[in-house]
């Protein structure tokens, strides 16, 4: 998520991202109005895109990471089911009847409950 | 004349390596194919398991004397505070207990990170942990501090003592108010919104055995991946046993037991730090206790199924911490194992967190030991109170002083 302070909002930063250093950009929301702050939120790939991240910091964007996915340490995870009935989606779910705890990473919608929840701290959030 | 067998018998068998042992789940199919007597008369052993948080769990160790000497008076493992007061280098640290600066509740929920079951985690895992110990000085002890490094390889001893654990059974947890609440059970979300529960229901060690009639003192059982024994019975050890409210089913609850052994013998596999948000640190211990059928009674319990045990739900919000003694009813495990149980009309999304899997791989190492002749099975030294004995809990006297 960058943040653009109201003085940058008319300038053609992202622009310069695509053009000078070669990153391919998928603009999920975008909330940016002449004069005021404002704030987009995208995907980010390229080979340069530390770089990227750095010159739009240094024009005096705040770069703020989110939350890609969540994944679970299986070697941690005990089955307990702890989380099962606190996962809104599903995604951590027992199957029975041998009541193994399956994690669905494609179900998750990453609102991080579980990360909290587990008492063995099985769950992580990888930005 | 019913089935009858001594322990001497089984474990002649046990050294044969002829003993028929099953685990508490697969004794319950045999019981309803081949009826009570015939499977009397063939299983030996049935085994139960359970791997649950047991918050009245620690060690006690002895690290050994420096030069000069120091009297322990104040013991830090890993930064969480161990107990000083027994002799000098002596020292016993429970599993929930937490660092001095951990924040405890003060961003509520907290999140109690590390404690003193993952310093026992820590120890059987062989890492190396920091030892800190403080003292005032004595003629005969004058070091006054000590920061080192410890193995458990290098402690002269290190016990795991847990004066209650294997809870025969538990409230199963609902939180009825119109906040979130964060348990031991876990948490909780307002209106009856998840319904929490926490034993191995037909593998629970203690549930398979309600009369204690073979579980006592100097019963020989699985620990924490290694040996342990019965002590002696658990705090609040206050077992009784009902009718449930459907044909042959049961309503045990309060039986409780302490146990010991070696750590050095046990596994970091079976012996977890555990943190539950908003509550505190924990640990979780693996324990399978092993029944022998000594007659037809005897199986009748140990082949129990989770639709005959039953086990009172009760509100978090409310019931449990103002200590009053409403229920919520019963249900039965079951139900909760199906994922949904009905609690007052509402039909509620169940969880355990006990883990029945790792329970139920319990159980069948505790089998293959005994099937393999290295495990045979000991004669309580003593009995522990049973039902029929109604020891009843004594509420704290609270008084203005
Ligand atoms: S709460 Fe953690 S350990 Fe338990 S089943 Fe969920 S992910 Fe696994
Ligand atoms: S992040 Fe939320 S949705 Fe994803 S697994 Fe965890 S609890 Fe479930």
Redesign the pocket.
């Known amino acids: 998520m960058l943040r653009f302070p109201a003085t940058l909002a008319e300038q053609p930063l992202i622009y310069y991202l695509v053009k000078d250093y070669d990153l391919v950009i998928n603009i999920i929301k975008a909330n940016i109005n002449p004069h005021k702050e404002g704030t987009l939120i995208m995907e980010l790939s390229g080979a340069n895109y530390e770089q990227g991240i750095e010159y739009i910091r240094s024009r005096g964007v705040q770069v703020q990471f989110l939350t890609e996915e969540?994944v679970r340490n299986d070697d941690r995870c005990i089955s307990c089911g702890a989380?099962t009935a606190?996962?809104?989606?599903g995604?951590?779910h027992i199957e029975r009847p041998d009541m193994q705890v399956v994690?669905d990473g494609e179900?998750?919608?990453?609102?991080?409950?579980?990360?909290k929840v587990c008492p063995l701290k099985a769950?992580e959030a990888k930005f | 004349m019913g089935v009858q067998k001594s322990y001497a018998e089984i474990n002649e068998r046990i050294r044969q390596g002829k003993a028929v042992v099953v685990t508490a789940e697969e004794v319950i199919q045999l019981v309803k194919e081949e009826g009570l007597t015939e499977t009397a008369r063939k299983v030996d052993v049935v085994t139960t398991g359970t791997f649950s948080p047991m918050c009245s769990s620690g060690v006690y160790l002895n690290f050994g004397h420096s030069a000069p000497r120091i009297r322990g008076h104040k013991v830090w493992l890993n930064g969480v505070p161990a107990y000083g007061g027994i002799a000098a280098v002596d020292t016993y640290i429970g599993a929930t207990a937490l660092p001095d600066d951990d924040p405890l509740n003060s961003s509520f929920p907290g999140e109690f990170r590390y404690g003193g079951g993952h310093v026992i985690h820590d120890l059987v895992a062989g890492k190396l942990v920091k030892l800190k110990v403080w003292s005032y000085g004595t003629d005969c002890y004058p070091r006054r501090e000590i920061e080192t490094e410890i193995t458990l390889d290098q402690l002269n001893e290190a016990v795991l003592f847990n004066p209650r654990n294997a809870y025969q059974n538990y409230n199963v947890a609902v939180n009825c108010g119109s906040r979130t609440i964060y348990t031991y059970m876990g948490m909780l979300k307002p209106h009856m919104a998840n319904i929490h529960y926490s034993t191995s229901g037909q593998l629970s060690p203690l549930l398979k055995d309600p009369n204690f009639r073979t579980i006592g003192v100097g019963t020989k059982i699985f620990l924490g991946g290694g040996e342990g024994y019965v002590a002696w019975n658990g705090t609040q050890h206050f077992p009784s046993i009902k009718p449930g409210p459907t044909e042959n089913s049961v309503l045990a609850a309060g039986g409780t037991l302490t146990v010991i052994g070696d750590l050095k013998g046990m596994s970091p596999k079976w012996l977890l730090g555990a943190s539950f948000i908003g509550y505190g640190a924990t640990m979780v211990v693996g324990i399978g206790i092993p029944i022998p059928i000594l007659d037809e009674e005897i199986l009748r319990y140990a082949a129990l199924s989770d639709a005959e045990l039953y086990a009172p739900v009760v509100d978090y919000s409310d019931a449990y911490p103002n200590r009053k003694p409403d229920s919520l009813g019963l249900v039965s495990y079951a139900e909760l194992k199906s994922g949904w149980v009905t609690v007052q009309g509402k039909e509620i999304p169940s969880a355990p967190l006990s883990s029945y899997s790792k329970a139920k791989e319990i159980a069948g190492t505790l089998k293959d030991w005994i099937q393999s002749g290295k495990f045979e099975l000991t004669v309580p030294v003593k009995t522990l109170p049973t039902p029929a004995d109604g020891v009843v809990g004594k509420p704290m006297p609270v008084k203005d002083i």
């Open positions: 969540i989380c606190v996962c809104p989606s995604a951590l994690f179900q998750c919608i990453v609102c991080q409950l579980c990360t769950m």
